[in-house]
């Protein structure tokens, strides 16, 4: 609680309570930081910076771990995220698969600085964030590839994937099919409480 009776002190001898700067500048202050973030987060350069649904979560994560099970040699099991937002995907996949090495790509500097904080908050050591754009990013390295993107981008990350991924490499596309020619391996519904995710589409590099 802040003393009323406080006052501040300025060069030339003027005072303002505690009371008054917080009622009149702090208040604003904190609302703008929110609605900024709001924001950034909400319409994030025309790329809503929407989460993948739980239930998708643990599905897509049970497939991993099916795949980290299969992964023999010395490199470590690394997954990708393209767009990973605030990190919640890349936190949970972190924690149910301790020996794998998450990577986060990301172009909004807001949804990054949330992901590294909260990185930092739950100790996860086996997440890096990379703040850059995924279509310039190289895929090579990747085991797994997860994304939740928009259909306009579908396209051109069929034909990225395509010339990147080694053969074999699991993808999973939460809604949205791949273009570029890509089948689908299969495509798995799952029931959410979110409107628009009911399906997600399991592929693999030939
Ligand atoms: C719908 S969110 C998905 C978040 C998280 N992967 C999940 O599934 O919960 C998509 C994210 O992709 C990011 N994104 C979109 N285009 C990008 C690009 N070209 N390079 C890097 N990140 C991008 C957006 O900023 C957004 O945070």
Redesign the pocket.
């Known amino acids: 609680m802040y003393n009323e009776k406080l006052h501040l002190s300025f060069k030339g001898g003027s005072t303002v309570t505690i009371k008054w700067f917080v009622d009149n500048v702090l208040r604003w202050i904190f609302l703008f930081v929110l609605l900024w973030d709001a924001y950034a987060l909400i319409f994030?350069?025309g790329?809503?910076?929407?989460?993948?649904a739980p239930a998708i979560?643990k599905r897509i994560i049970a497939l991993l771990k099916a795949e980290y099970a299969r992964h023999s040699g010395p490199e470590p099991f690394t997954i990708v995220?393209?767009?990973?937002?605030n990190g919640?995907?890349t936190r949970d996949i972190a924690r149910a698969l301790p020996e794998a090495r998450i990577i986060g790509?990301?172009?909004?500097k807001t949804?990054l600085l949330w992901a590294n904080g909260f990185k930092k908050l739950y100790r996860l050591k086996n997440i890096d964030y990379v703040s850059?754009?995924?279509?310039s990013y190289h895929l090579g390295h990747a085991n797994a590839v997860?994304?939740?993107?928009t259909i306009f981008?579908m396209e051109s990350m069929g034909k990225k994937l395509h010339e990147e991924l080694k053969p074999g490499t699991l993808v999973t596309s939460?809604r949205f099919k791949l273009g570029d020619g890509w089948e689908p391996d299969d495509i798995i519904s799952v029931k959410t409480l979110y409107p628009h995710q009911k399906t997600f589409h399991v592929y693999r590099q030939k």
Do not use: C, H, W
Not at 132 to 135: A, K, S, T
């Open positions: 994030n350069k790329i809503p910076n929407i989460r993948t979560r995220d393209m767009g990973s937002g919640l995907f790509l990301e172009i909004s949804a850059q754009d995924f279509f997860v994304m939740y993107l981008q939460n």
